[in-house]
């Protein structure tokens, strides 16, 4: 059964940082895309940012990421912990969310075949 497990989110300062974990179970995470998505209050899931599989000579997976985020935000996974992470700099109001990890669809990275059960952010003076 495939589970995954978000961590460290918590509320933080415009400009502040925070890095959120993911821990996965039931399934290999090297053998997967993975993602980061968000929903805000209100709002749908989008696709903040995803990552592709490590390269067999160890070189990390090529990412992509949200306008509204890119620069700011740094995906990157650990296939030994069977993890995934998401540096989250400079963050503004607008980026308050629920953030869930997730393993996008075959068909479309922005649709989550599975996600976690999220962790909260919010960005709040």
């Known amino acids: 059964q495939v589970q995954l497990v978000e961590s460290g989110g918590g509320s933080v300062q415009p400009g502040g940082s925070l890095r959120l974990s993911c821990v996965g179970s039931g399934f290999a995470v090297r053998l997967f895309q993975m993602a980061w998505y968000r929903q805000a209050p209100g709002g749908e899931v989008e696709l903040v940012a995803d990552i592709g599989f490590n390269g067999f000579d160890g070189s990390s997976g090529s990412t992509n990421y949200a306008g509204a985020v890119k620069d700011r935000f740094t995906i990157s996974r650990d296939d030994a912990k069977n993890a995934l992470y998401l540096q989250m700099d400079s963050l503004k109001s607008e980026d308050t969310a629920i953030y869930y990890c997730?393993?996008?669809?075959?068909?479309?990275?922005?649709?989550?075949?599975?996600r976690g059960q999220g962790t909260q952010v919010t960005v709040s003076s």
């Open positions: 997730g393993i996008p669809s075959i068909a479309r990275t922005d649709v989550p075949q599975y």
